[in-house]
């Protein structure tokens, strides 16, 4: 089905503002506005205001050589090699490369006209703060992404709960017929979230932390811990008792995990699960120290997991963007 974006429709009705506006004025090459807008319209606010800056300083800069160049060697295509021959590096030095097509729009209007003139300058200058200033406005407006990082954060949840629920599961009973299917869609669904999140935050220019971008950081190393967890798990080939002991623990943090910061919770819970193994005779077999021994390196990963958990600050910062 044929579908229209909204970076799609703000690109059309800013375009059409800005030669609008320039014919309204009656400039010269007025449809030009309109390209410029085409250009400068980006994904994110941040990078719509830096690219649009960055295009404001190469059109003056173009049009500095331009006017140089032309008026020195004159209206020919020789002057042409020789003024992209000295603009091009010299946007790259300055890193505003990215307005070398918008530049090279006003350049060859001057090349065109092949008569320099203060109206012409003026003319030139008008086309760029329209078109720059189109893009900049119909840019101010990008959907909320909040709802959308929400759901991603309540499904990553879910999957981590699952995970939880079935290392339980195989530490009780020794047998699963799970097959990891939710680590392997945490690992796709927490870099899809990741992208979201970062370009939430380039749509706060004034904002330069956020919390779901943290957030889902967290998240990524918590589940580092779940793989390494799994080699251990299938090592466990003799039940003891600690097992359903940690198999519990297991299932309550399973049905804890949110956003918020509770992790000193289940940080205590976990000592306290560590005491009692402490209190428990020795093991007596060799199947048993062993079961026993990975059950103990479980309980160190569940340690850092949690550890992991309760660093994460969800706190968002608001600051003057530089």
Known sequence: MFKIGYRTLKTALGTAGAVAIAQWLDLDF????????????????????????????????????????????????????????LFIPTTLILKVQGGIVTSSVINFHIYTVSDLSVNLIINELALIVIGIGFALLVNMYMPSKQNQLEEMQAKLEKYFSKILNEFAKYIRDGDSDWNGQEITE????????????????????????????????????????????MPL?????????????????????????????????????????????KQMPLPTTRNEFEARSALAHLVYELDQYLIIKQQFKPVKEYRVFR
């Open 30 to 85: 007025f449809a030009s506005a309109g390209i410029i807008t085409i250009l400068c319209v980006q994904k994110t606010k941040r990078k719509s205001v830096k690219d649009s800056w960055a295009r404001f300083l190469a059109c003056l800069i173009g049009m500095i050589f331009a006017v140089l160049v032309f008026e020195i060697l004159g209206y020919h295509p020789l002057s042409i090699v020789v003024l992209l021959i």
């Open 186 to 229: 945490a690992v796709s669904l927490l870099e899809k979230s990741k992208n979201q999140a970062i370009l939430n935050l380039e749509n706060h220019i004034f904002r330069y932390e956020d919390v779901y971008y943290h957030y889902f950081k967290m998240r990524e190393k918590q589940l580092d811990i779940f793989e390494r967890m």
């Open 233 to 277: 798990l299938t090592s466990i080939e003799h039940h003891v008792e600690q097992a359903d002991m940690l198999a519990d623990y297991m299932e309550e943090l399973a049905e804890g995990i949110h956003p918020e910061n509770t992790a000193h919770i289940y940080i205590t819970k976990l000592e306290e699960l560590k005491i009692s193994f």
